[in-house]
């Protein structure tokens, strides 16, 4: 009897996971979701739709599983399918092109857990090119059980989300390839009205190496912005990304305003182990005060990683929010950029507690950097008289936060 209950609750699960797995059809609707009569379906306006890059990699890993979860592939399945049902001439906007439009969809998607099941949520604008407001809003949102692959729940969430929003554009609009003609151009859109400026996506630290007002950060903190904004002194001003390294991990921004607070660095880059330093950044924004915070340590190792090359290590202790700020000598010169730190949660799980093991990317590298891209900068020689309080103000004048916005 016991055997036979066990061999029906493994059946019914397996029956439960297979349901749970499969992808629901385009062609059905949600309760209680109608299209009007008479409308021009699949609709032929030429339709562009934008989705943030940073939702479309979201991806974790579940540990109760042991699996890997991957919300924005079921973001970018289930939008694409839904969209393809209805627009069949519909694409995801690529900046890298300038095509034609009749409508432009923004929408900014996001999830959440609520009793097991998964929350998809779609908040969107739509518009024409022609109108500088969005001729219609709105927010749709969809429950859907958690399946323990992850991915059809994600993609049934999301598809049923982006059906729903397409339903009420449908209804409301009415669109037509003749109403809505495909004589906009993707190159002119303003970006500012398809970034969600109200939540960076990621923040970080820059700093300005010369009087032209050009800042050096980190270049992983700019990854796929739509809007670079940076900060200081509650003043706030776009930049435009200029020459990067992804290899270095450098990046260069234009604010095109200028300042005579900028770091010099030391002549011949010398790096002295031991030397203390001072580093600069805006760690843990929304938890701490948006001022920047400076931390003391040393050159503990001109070397870093095994394997790597042109990062030296620093015991001054920096958060998320710190990459791309400055490391100085107590003279004021630039000895490096914060880039990273050790990963401690994977090395306490070792049974090993690092401290204050940071790395920063050597000033060597940066000016030969600069020099590539014919961009200034000015050297000084290390003092013997050395003055901490001045350097580090010259520091904290020219740091600013860097915010990205998609």
């Known amino acids: 009897m016991r055997l036979c209950k066990l061999l029906f609750l493994l059946l019914l699960s397996t029956c439960l996971l297979s349901c749970a797995n499969q992808r629901m059809s385009t062609k059905t609707l949600p309760k209680g979701v109608a299209l009007k009569k008479g409308l021009e379906i699949p609709n032929t306006t030429t339709v562009r739709y934008y989705l943030p890059h940073i939702e479309q990699e979201s991806r974790f890993f579940f540990e109760r599983g042991g699996f890997w979860v991957e919300p924005g592939k079921g973001l970018v399945e289930g939008s694409k399918a839904a969209f393809t049902t209805y627009f069949p001439q519909a694409q995801p906007l690529d900046r890298s092109k300038n095509e034609d439009y009749g409508l432009l969809v923004d929408i900014q998607p996001s999830w959440d857990f609520d009793a097991g099941k998964i929350v998809a949520k779609m908040a969107y604008r739509v518009l024409d090119g022609k109108n500088p407001a969005p001729v219609l809003t709105g927010e749709k949102k969809f429950t859907v059980a958690f399946d323990w692959g992850g991915g059809a729940a994600f993609y049934n969430g999301y598809m049923r989300t982006t059906q729903m929003l397409l339903i009420e554009i449908l209804n409301k609009l009415q669109p037509t390839a003749t109403k809505y003609p495909a004589d906009n151009k993707t190159a002119n859109i303003n970006i ?3 970034a969600n400026m109200e939540k960076p996506v990621s923040l970080g630290t820059g700093f300005y190496f010369n009087s032209s007002g050009q800042l050096l950060t980190a270049n992983h903190v700019l990854d796929e912005c739509l809007v670079i904004r940076t900060k200081s002194n509650d003043k706030e001003q776009d930049a435009t990304l200029g020459v990067n390294s992804a290899l270095l991990d450098l990046a260069v921004l234009n604010t095109g305003v200028k300042t005579e607070h900028f770091l010099p660095l030391r002549k011949k880059q010398e790096l002295i182990l031991g030397e203390m330093v001072s580093s600069v ?10 001022t920047p915070n400076l931390t003391r340590g040393n050159v503990s190792a001109k070397s870093g990683m095994k394997g790597s090359q ?8 920096i958060q998320p929010g710190n990459s791309g700020g400055p490391i100085i000598s107590e003279s004021g010169q630039l000895l490096g950029v914060a880039v990273s730190t050790l990963n401690s949660k994977y090395l306490i799980e070792k049974g090993i507690l690092p401290q204050n093991v940071n790395f920063g990317l ?14 200034a900068f000015s050297e000084t020689n290390d003092s013997t008289t050395k003055n901490i309080q001045v350097s580090n103000d010259a520091a904290l004048a020219a740091s600013v936060r860097v915010a990205c916005y998609q």
Request: hydrophobic share 45%; glycine share 12%.
């Open 192 to 194: 500012k009205d398809l």
């Open 281 to 290: 950044g805006f760690p843990l924004q929304g938890l701490l005060a948006e």
């Open 310 to 317: 042109g990062l030296f290590q620093f015991s001054a202790p």
């Open 362 to 375: 050597d000033a060597t590298y940066i000016a030969r950097f600069l020099r590539k891209n014919g961009l």
